[in-house]
């Protein structure tokens, strides 16, 4: 289409959909009770990193399923190195968020909000009725639109709360750069169709609304869906596209 790639493709669209995400999270960084929010903020990430590791094993299996489908394949394989590379990485979070005071078993049996739960529900829609592939418009999304380290250390000095916390967050925000340009590597060698190409961009625009809920209702109140004229990217969250 027009020369460009998948992943150029694909962040043509995010674009068009970021601004409602930047809003959401430009008013819980910036909200006075800070301290009050990161606990639930870092637990919800919890939850999506525990539930992203069985999305992208369905999403493998699926794809493991299909072995005539060259995109299915190609999806296997990038998601068997990427399980790996994540594995373990919610029992980091879990050991930060226990050194703010909580217990273990409180954070596990917290349940998700709503939209954390329509987040990873809306992928699983993708994947199975669509095509596995679809995953790649979430993976992209979460893995290009995360804090900076930069950005953590702001966050944490706003919120007062101990290095601990954050010490699993700013692992991620390293390694981010290296798996954003992973995935759009791997989803560009692609030869998607339509609707494949489709599913993605679905999935990333389901992402991008269910994230932007889940900061709006971590703050228990309305925020604008459009973001203000004076909230830019760089404010404190940057697409690593």
């Known amino acids: 289409m027009n020369g ?3 992943s150029e493709i694909l962040w043509g669209k995010i674009r068009l959909a970021e601004n409602r995400l930047f809003a959401a999270t430009h008013f819980f960084w910036n909200c006075p009770d800070l301290s009050v929010l990161l606990p639930r903020f870092l637990i919800q990430t919890h939850c999506l990193m525990r539930h992203g590791l069985a999305l992208m094993a369905f999403a493998r299996d699926r794809a493991l399923a299909m072995p005539d489908d060259e995109v299915a394949r190609e999806l296997a394989e ?4 990427h399980i790996e590379e994540e594995s373990d990485h919610d029992a980091w979070l879990l050991d930060d968020i226990c050194t703010l005071g909580f217990q ?8 998700p909000c709503a939209a954390t739960a329509a987040l990873i529900s809306a992928q699983y829609f993708w994947i199975n009725q669509v ?3 679809a995953i790649m418009g979430y993976l992209i999304l979460m893995e290009g639109y ?3 380290v930069s950005q953590l250390d702001e966050i944490q000095a706003r919120s007062g ?3 601990s916390a954050f010490r699993c967050l700013k692992r991620h925000a390293e390694d981010d750069p290296q798996h954003l340009a992973d995935l759009n ?4 060698r692609m030869n998607l169709s339509i609707d494949q190409a489709r599913a993605v961009g679905m999935c990333a625009f389901a992402a991008i609304d269910s994230l932007a809920s889940m900061f709006e209702e971590l703050q228990e109140i309305d925020t604008p869906k459009v973001a203000h004229p ?3 990217p760089e404010d404190l969250l940057y697409a690593r596209s």
Request: aromatic residues 4%.
């Open 161 to 163: 709360a101990p290095a």
């Open 131 to 133: 095509h596995p592939v």
């Open 4 to 6: 460009l790639t998948n």
């Open 78 to 81: 990038y998601l068997r190195v």
């Open 146 to 148: 995360a804090p900076l």
């Open 230 to 232: 004076d909230v830019q």
């Open 104 to 111: 273990a078993q409180h954070v596990l049996h917290t349940p």
């Open 185 to 188: 590597g791997t989803l560009d």
